[in-house]
């Protein structure tokens, strides 16, 4: 399963978070595909597979003591039933 995460730094967290971003625990099927610094709205954005919903939760619940994320699921836009 494909998952992407947006992440925003906490209001005097960013030096904890950056440390965090560069070196996060990796449980066992996870994959990291791309993490990303950007200028905008958001910090970061992390794109990862895992095996599972749970797997995903278990990665991301590091980050959330320094930073806000918003985890989605994602699917190749092929796979989606509404297009054609």
Same mark, same amino acid.
């Given at each position: 399963m494909l998952f992407v995460s947006?992440?925003? !730094?906490? @209001?005097?967290?960013?030096?904890?978070?950056?440390?965090l971003f560069k070196r996060p625990k990796i449980p066992e099927g996870v994959e990291i595909l791309q993490f990303l610094g950007v200028f905008g709205?958001?910090? !970061?954005? @992390?794109?990862f597979s895992a095996p599972d919903e749970a797997t995903a939760a278990e990665f991301t619940v590091q980050f959330c003591h320094v930073a806000a994320i918003q985890t989605s699921l994602a699917l190749p836009i092929e796979d989606l039933k509404w297009t054609h």
């Open positions: 947006t992440i925003k !730094a906490q @209001l005097g967290q960013h030096l904890e978070a950056i440390k709205d958001k910090d !970061a954005i @992390l794109i």
